[in-house]
């Protein structure tokens, strides 16, 4: 019996071989759009803040430093967060804070006095009125005197459940004051860098070109090394899609480190072609939303320590058109030293762009 022989013409293995090519083709596409995607990913600068905040009525620093972000849904005990409260609050408000519960403190332990009955307290009758307001004072000023561990021998408490109480509070005390002695030596030993920003950045003359700037000065008489900082610009772009995304990029500056910070520092960003500012008019600065944030690093060399100081400025604290003036001059003949005007850090004079 013959054997039946299958022939392929010669046109189907030319259209499964193109087919074949095709496919690898559109394969090697894909490859090549999906590592371009990631390219432009890893490449595209983010500070952190992502690129989904898009409020335009906003800032993203404040102008303290803390960052403008609310959470939703936080832990009670995180969001309070008392330790760090109360070693970044002002000196006013600690000693607030430490004065309200001392306070209380004190008014609570002389309500529990009285509800054990103020004939426990030995030599409270000679000593305040014999009013309910007179002995409540008494109460207090005893319980004072127990919470502090200082005792003036004028009252004193009888019965179990006074004596006990009175030992309580004189426990409570210690410990009271053990931590208020550990958060005032935290305040104390941790560096600060009281940095003063000019209130306005500027769009000024610089060289033959024109630059962005803004100045800053050392508050304190404390001295900062290696002091270096960094400025990136946020702005709203329209992407491809349509949408809208917030982009970042990093501003170079004329001198982004300086060895020593004896006076005051103009920050320049040359605007050249390739600047993300260049040939940015100040509507388009509004449209985009663009603010200018600032991170400064420094040794502090009382502690010996890294302290930073974060700002912003948005494009409604930039001026146009203008120049810093000189805050700095050489002291009359004969004494020594540079003098520094602290109050003409934000002083500017009206100068013509390039």
Known sequence: MAKKTTTVSAPTIASDTAKAQADEHRLADRKRGSSTLVEQ?????????????????????????????????QDFWNHLNLYHRLITISWV????VVL??????????????????????VGLEKVTPDTSFGRFMGAFFFSSQTLTTVGYGHISPAGYWTSGLAAIESMFGLLLFALATG???????????????????????????????????NQRTNQLIDVQVEVSMSRLEKKDDGSISRRYYALKLERAKVSFFPANWTLVHPITEDSPLYNCTQEQLAES?????????????????????RFSYRYNEIEWGRKFTIMSQSTAEGSRGTLVDLDQLDDTVEAALN
């Open 41 to 73: 990913e890893v490449k595209r600068e983010d500070l952190g803040f992502g690129t989904k905040i898009n409020d335009a009525s906003s800032r993203l620093v404040n102008k303290d430093g803390s960052f403008n972000v609310v959470r939703a849904h």
């Open 93 to 96: 408000r600690f000693l607030t």
């Open 100 to 121: 309200i519960f001392y306070v209380s403190a004190n008014t609570l332990f002389a309500g529990l006095y009285g509800l054990l009955g103020y004939e426990n307290l």
């Open 183 to 217: 958060l005032m030596y935290g305040r104390f030993s941790r560096p600060v860098a009281s940095i003063r920003y000019s209130k306005t950045a500027l769009f000024a003359p610089y060289l033959d070109i024109n630059g962005w700037m803004f100045r800053i000065i």
């Open 289 to 309: 939303d663009a603010e200018f944030l600032i991170l400064l690093r420094g040794t502090e060399d009382t502690f010996n320590q890294t302290v930073h100081s």
